[in-house]
């Protein structure tokens, strides 16, 4: 008889090659997560070769998921429990696992072979260098095998099947169900009914020995979280920014064309946005960066809400688009997923280091708005903010996701479709002016007055023809100019019409009032920094933190806010990018960065004692 045991959480890894399934199999354990109530974090993370030598330490992949009764912020600092599919998986990830932790070792693949491959003088199952840890030792390969022996399929497909088998048993040592994940493997392998069956009996092989097998002395539950009421989903950033670039297009009443070149990790916002033809959203592959972005501005030209998506390198290759994006002062969506540069970099791994390329990197005075989300949900608001400003303000916005938020996954709320916010367009329609001789003519550089947009007039309305093109206009009437005091003035209107992009405040989390330290972070390192301000306050230590979703125009109250506190500790993914911008925009500001490049995110924990250092030492 199994002993339950009641958990408020805990931080399980799935780990092994790139062919053993472990992120189909993370995604599945989070899918019947979610389904189960609990709140969740997810941080995959997988390398860079498309199929690196079986066995190897460079071709280990691993999913790691934080699961709880109450609201988490992060995928946790260490896995409590770690699934090894093989020795590669063992040795690197055994560093972070927690101290008495849980081990599911795979010892099929513990051959002499295979333990030479990654280092190993000897097997670490029998040497005692686990006595540390809670290791159960289960033959997966060949249990899955034994399994599957009457079904009409291959060893070799039996075999691929044990993943599964090890979905199964965790399942079972988490009491997960498993019904959602049978219903999904019938969808995936719809084709192959005998492989579909064969993996559902690996499956429950997998269940049913943790059931019947007395290695497993304890199964634990943990109980669905409290959260506020609504239809929830499972989500990751990737998708939900996606879904959002669709709620645009519906909130504006706008066609929705998508211009995108394949890149990790940014490729699955083009997979998406391609299914939701039915909203008006068009999607196109193009040959290259370049002309992604060409034809996302050509679609804004024509009337639509043009969006273009990539990761750093194909940013820099659409730098020159967008600054003439800027100068016909068009609408423009461009997605920003970073990861780990420069150049090729570390391209499955997380970074946030394309920040002051985001705000400086065209040529000429290009200012464009700049916002980032805090989380995977929160990349569906984002996405109707950026939206929004662009919109009004007839400008190019890029938004500053990146790998961690992409693909990592949290449950988020449903929206109600009519909650969604108003950011329907007005086209011009008929001339706004007159000539020399009174007769009526379109100034397609007559601005707004509150926002300073111009008019935006599709293309073949009679009577509204006019100049398009890269080189400069003159006020009002758009002619080509190159006079030196027209061109000041207009390099100025745009930057003035950035500025006075109406953003919400920056708010502060300072319960006591009392905290002479500020967290200020940006992006994904929300999770993280909240993390660690808790842990901070459970310990009794002032602390205060705020998070800055718009990177320009910051909020108009950042001044005032940065002002209350003695120091601001800013923690990022570079070696100091918003750091530098608020020393220079806020001079008087006490700004000490903590900064790593790991392509990794932080730990709580590490922040925590970052914070600590910065508070000790004045």
Known sequence: MNTVRQLDRVVIRFAGDSG??????????????????????????????????????????????????????????????????????????????????????????????????????????EDGSLEDYQVHAVALATLTIEALKDFDVSK??????????????????????????????????????????????ALKAGWNYGDTTEAFA?????????LNAGTYRNITGNQALAWGITAAGVASGLPVFLGAYP??????????????????????????????????????????????????PGIALKSETISLAVSLELPLLVVDVQRAGPSTGLPTKTEQADL??????????????????????????????????????????????DGYIANG?????????????????????????????????????????DTLARPWAVP??????????????????????????????????????????DVPDLEVDDPAGDAEVLVLGWGSTWGPIGAAVRGLRDKGVPIARAHLRYLNPMPKNTAEILARYDRVVVPEMNLGQLTMLLRNHFPGTNVVGYNKVRGLPFTSNELQDAIEEVIKNG
Request: glycine share 8%.
């Open 409 to 449: 996954a949290e449950p988020w709320r449903l929206p109600e479709t009519a909650a969604l916010p108003d950011i329907s367009v007005e086209f011009a329609t008929e001339p706004n002016g007159v000539d020399a001789a009174g007769e009526p003519v379109f100034l397609p550089y007559l601005r707004d007055f």
């Open 20 to 125: 053993d399934g472990m992120q189909l199999t993370g995604d599945r354990f989070t899918a019947e997560t979610a389904k189960l109530g609990n709140d969740l974090s997810t941080l995959p993370n997988y390398p860079a070769e498309i199929r690196a030598p079986a066995g190897t330490l460079p071709g280990v992949s691993s999913f790691q998921i934080h699961f709880a009764d109450t609201d988490i912020l992060t995928p946790g600092d260490q896995p409590e429990v770690l699934i090894a599919m093989n020795p590669a998986a063992l040795k690197a990830n055994l560093r972070d696992l927690k101290a008495g932790g849980t081990i599911v070792v795979n010892t099929d693949e513990f051959t002499k072979r295979n333990l030479t491959k990654v280092g190993y003088d000897a097997n670490p199952l």
């Open 460 to 501: 073949g309305t009679p009577g509204l023809q006019h100049r398009i093109g890269g080189i400069e206009k003159a006020d009002k009437t758009g002619d080509i100019s190159y006079d030196p005091e027209n061109h000041d003035h207009m390099v100025r209107t745009r930057a003035a019409k950035i500025a006075r992009v």
């Open 218 to 226: 304890v199964r634990f539950e943990i109980p669905p979280a409290k």
């Open 356 to 401: 002051v390329m985001a705000m400086f990197g065209r040529h000429g005075e290009a200012p464009i708005a700049v916002l980032a989300p805090q989380s995977p949900s929160d990349c569906f608001d984002i996405m109707l903010e950026a939206a929004r400003i662009a919109l009004a303000y007839r400008t190019p916005v890029m938004v500053l996701s």
């Open 263 to 312: 890149i990790t990790p940014a490729s699955d916002i083009l997979h998406e946005l391609s299914k939701h033809k039915r909203f008006g959203v068009t999607t196109v592959q193009a040959e290259d960066e370049i002309a992604a972005v060409g034809a996302a501005l050509g679609a804004s030209w024509g009337g639509a809400l043009g969006v273009t998506t990539s990761s750093g």
């Open 156 to 201: 070799k497909d039996a075999e691929r099947s044990k993943n599964m088998f090890a979905l199964g048993l965790v399942s079972w040592m988490y009491s997960r169900p498993t019904e959602a994940t049978e219903e999904f493997l019938r969808g995936k392998f719809k084709s192959k009914p005998a492989i579909a069956e064969a993996n559902i009996a």
